[in-house]
């Protein structure tokens, strides 16, 4: 079993930065894929980014340019730099990781971009 613990989220300004953090802890070796999903009140989560044990990415459109994952391999530790931040940007922030076939989700943090 993996436990992906995240934290970082909370509120902020249109326009300021926030950094998430997703820990992986338990038998959390050959880790692959680690991702951060959203999801919005009313809408369905879906993936904000995602990036490999190589360091290769993937991001939703609507959030190229302002944000950006990265990973600690050594800490099975993913990141995700939150920069030019909307009031859109509004969700819980999920972190997952796989595993071979088996993939893992964390609590979730909030996220909340409001003047």
């Known amino acids: 079993q993996v436990q992906l613990v995240e934290s970082g989220g909370g509120l902020v300004q249109p326009g300021g930065s926030l950094r998430l953090s997703c820990a992986a802890s338990?038998?959390?070796?050959?880790?692959?894929?680690m991702g951060w999903y959203r999801q919005a009140p009313g809408k369905q989560r879906v993936l904000v980014a995602a990036?490999?044990?190589?360091?290769?990415?993937n991001y939703a459109d609507s959030v190229k340019g302002r944000f950006t994952i990265s990973r600690d391999n050594a800490k099975n530790t993913v990141y995700l730099q939150m920069n030019s931040l909307k009031p859109e940007d509004t969700a819980v922030y999920y972190c997952?990781?796989?595993?071979?076939?088996?993939?893992?989700w964390g609590q979730g943090t909030q996220v909340t971009v409001s003047s």
């Open positions: 997952n990781a796989w595993q071979l076939l088996t993939v893992y």
């Open positions: 990036i490999t044990r190589a360091g290769g990415t």
């Open positions: 338990g038998r959390a070796f050959d880790i692959s894929t």
